[in-house]
């Protein structure tokens, strides 16, 4: 049974920066790629970046002076940082799994509400 | 960035058919997919590469559409159906989603 699940604080300050864990089980870190994807209250969502089954990173071209993600396949885990927060930084967190190529995401993790304020 | 344009709403009664449409500023061939989103949950897939029903899913729900037209459509709808529809593209980086569809219930 694929699962995803994020972990992460709820409030973070302006400024600082956002630290999130997703753990996952059901499938391997090592043959799917697994993407981060935010969404402010009452909009549509946004993808933000993806790890790659092989390691290798992208993110969106919004983000990626701000966004790191990392893994650690030993815990199936997979982190997402992002630095310098502003409040429009806040929403719901999802982390999904990315199914082959074709870059869309057929399970999502229940989310991780994310508050920017101080 | 290619941008995805969806009506904000549509209201329907049960048994009707319903279609939500979502609009590519360029061509997305046909890398486009649906999901659903019930309030307070995440999405869920509901179609792929335009046309593909994800299993597990009705086949109340079908997909169309290439090049920069999609449509979802529900026939019949029912009450459960109710929710927000997202269209997703992954012709061209960075993936985008439309703003969705709240599909109400009369």
């Known amino acids: 049974q694929v699962q995803l699940k994020e972990s992460g604080p709820g409030l973070v300050q302006p400024s600082e920066t956002l630290s999130l864990t997703c753990t996952v089980s059901?499938?391997?870190?090592?043959?799917?790629?697994v993407s981060w994807v935010r969404q402010p209250s009452g909009k549509g969502p946004e993808w933000m970046g993806r790890m790659w089954y092989d390691g290798d990173t992208a993110y969106n071209s919004a983000l990626k002076s701000r966004l790191s993600i990392s893994r650690d396949t030993s815990k199936n885990q997979v982190f997402l940082k992002m630095n310098s927060l502003q409040t429009d930084d806040t929403g719901t967190y999802y982390c999904?799994?990315?199914?082959?190529?074709?870059?869309?995401?057929?399970?999502w993790g229940q989310g991780v509400m994310v508050t920017v304020s101080s | 960035d290619t941008v995805l344009t969806q009506s904000p709403a549509l209201a329907v009664s049960p048994g009707e058919k319903v279609t939500i449409s979502c609009r590519a500023s360029e061509s997305v061939s046909t890398l486009m997919h649906w999901y659903q989103q019930k309030p307070g949950q995440q999405p869920t897939l509901l179609i792929y590469?335009?046309?593909n029903l994800e299993s597990g899913v009705p086949a109340r729900f079908s997909g169309s559409g290439s090049g920069t037209d999609f449509t979802l459509t529900l026939d019949p709808v029912e009450a459960d159906d109710t929710a927000t529809y997202y269209c997703q593209q992954s012709w061209s980086d960075p993936w985008t989603f439309g703003g969705g569809t709240k599909l109400e219930l009369k």
């Open positions: 999904t799994r990315d199914r082959g190529n074709n870059y869309y995401f057929d399970y």
């Open positions: 059901g499938f391997s870190l090592s043959s799917y790629s």
């Open positions: 590469l335009a046309s």
